[in-house]
């Protein structure tokens, strides 16, 4: 059914242009169709998947009572089990191409799990030794071709969260950011080439909800202990996210049918304001110099500066498209990429006066872009902005809990009054 239902939606476009539907009958299909998809997809999805991970932990429950006393060729032959149930399920998916997207999913996870589990029973049964970083890495790989074969958004969700571990897990001396970035950009065909796989009202957000934080996590792991190159990946990573999901509303007019979802861009809006808020901090400026430069950390550098390149190519998108809030967004970016290297303490104070001006602007903005969508939640986004900016002022002064108290009572009036006054702008 899902499968049948995204199809017909994908094909409205091309039957409007063919003048067998006029526009309106098209938008009607697309919002009845749409909704049914949203409202049973979870279902579908959900219960083949766990019901497949549950019989696999009780299988794993049931063996692991008595392994003691099982004999080797026994313990080998429930180590694989579970990998063989899974492929044969998987054959017998490939074979009725019309099954449902949780049905390939429940076969492929099945699998993937199963090889983990087998390796690592493989490894104590003969005492092989290992290491962790390698064991989650070979899983990662070998979980890869089934997010392809099977075309299983889960299994690449799986895939993402083994290569997290894996960045986690390896030595610091041996961390490499660019074969994070390539790991990851593995997924790519499959995100671009395969869109019917994953996208959808419900699952395409809840998947790339989970890969983005995984993405960047994973690199984040993968550079050096410098606080401050965190902080630039954090605000270069967000302004991204915040223009190829701007970018992709603005081509789709409405932004119905976005396949970045609402948690996407919300993970965007967050790195940029948690970064903006830390830079607003002088003693960030005073304890966070290091030196690192671009010969020590050379591939995270590498990383980095691809991140600004494309934090460019969104201003120049603001730019044209006189998208001033997004422009705004660029800004904390480009100061810390340009005072990366120098040692701010002298300039500290002017940096996070500086930084207090750049967050004030994108929370006025953000609520001021939220009025003119009438999007109450981008409205309530840029308020708790406002509001994270004066909570940290009031608790850099030496001002008495009596007078703080007095002044958190008075400003959270003022936002209680002017979000009542925005919601009712907003929905009239």
Not at 5 to 19: H, K, N, Q, S, Y
Not at 58 to 65: F, S
Not at 95 to 113: E, H, I, K, Q
Not at 227 to 248: H, K, N, S, Y
Request: proline share 4%; glycine share 8%; net charge positive.
């Amino acid at each position: 059914m899902a499968s049948k239902t995204d199809w017909l939606i994908g094909e409205l476009p091309a039957l409007e242009r063919a003048g067998v539907i006029d526009a309106q009958t098209a938008q009607r299909l697309r919002a009845h169709y749409s909704a049914v998809a949203s409202a049973s997809g979870w279902a579908r999805w959900l219960f083949p998947v766990l019901g497949a991970l549950l019989i696999g932990l009780g299988i794993v429950l049931l063996v692991a009572h008595n392994w003691d006393q099982l004999s080797r060729p026994l313990r080998l032959l429930f180590a694989f089990a579970p990998m063989t149930l899974g492929q044969l399920a998987c054959i017998a998916v490939l074979r009725r191409p019309a099954v449902s997207s949780g049905t390939r999913d429940a076969a492929a996870l099945l699998t993937a799990l199963g090889f983990a589990a087998a390796l690592a029973l493989v490894g104590q049964i003969f005492h092989f030794p290992g290491d962790l970083d390698a064991y989650l890495l070979s899983c990662a790989l070998a979980a890869l071709p089934l997010v392809y074969l099977m075309r299983s958004a889960a299994v690449a969700v799986l895939y993402a969260a083994a290569l997290l571990g894996w960045s986690a897990a390896v030595a610091s001396l041996q961390r490499h950011p660019l074969a994070v970035v390539g790991g990851y950009a593995l997924l790519l065909p499959f995100l671009l080439l395969m869109p019917a796989a994953w996208r959808g009202p419900w699952r395409g957000g809840l998947m790339l909800s989970a890969l983005v934080p995984m993405f960047f996590a994973a690199v984040m792991l993968s550079f050096p202990s410098v606080p401050r190159l965190g902080v630039l990946w954090a605000t270069a990573f967000g302004v991204v996210l915040v223009w190829l999901q701007r970018r992709e509303s603005a081509t789709a007019g409405t932004g119905a049918g976005s396949g970045f979802g609402i948690a996407v861009p919300a993970w965007g809006y967050a790195g940029v304001a948690i970064a903006s808020l830390i830079g607003t901090v002088p003693e960030i400026w005073h304890g966070w110099f290091w030196d690192l430069g671009p010969v020590d950390a050379v591939e995270a550098w590498i990383v980095v500066a691809a991140m600004l390149a494309a934090v460019f190519a969104a201003a120049w998108w603001a730019l044209r498209h006189r998208d001033i809030l997004l422009l705004t967004m660029c800004v904390p970016a480009w100061v810390m990429a340009v005072v990366a290297l120098m040692d701010t303490r002298d300039i500290a104070v002017g940096l996070a006066l500086g930084f207090n001006v750049l967050t004030l602007a994108i929370g006025l903005l953000t609520v001021r872009d939220g009025v003119a969508a009438r999007r109450l939640d981008r409205v309530n986004a840029g308020m708790l902005l406002l509001l994270a900016l004066v909570a940290l002022r009031f608790f850099d002064n030496d001002w008495s809990f009596t007078v703080r108290g007095v002044a958190f009572v008075m400003v959270g009036s003022g936002f209680l009054l002017a979000h009542a006054w925005l919601r009712r702008r907003v929905r009239t």
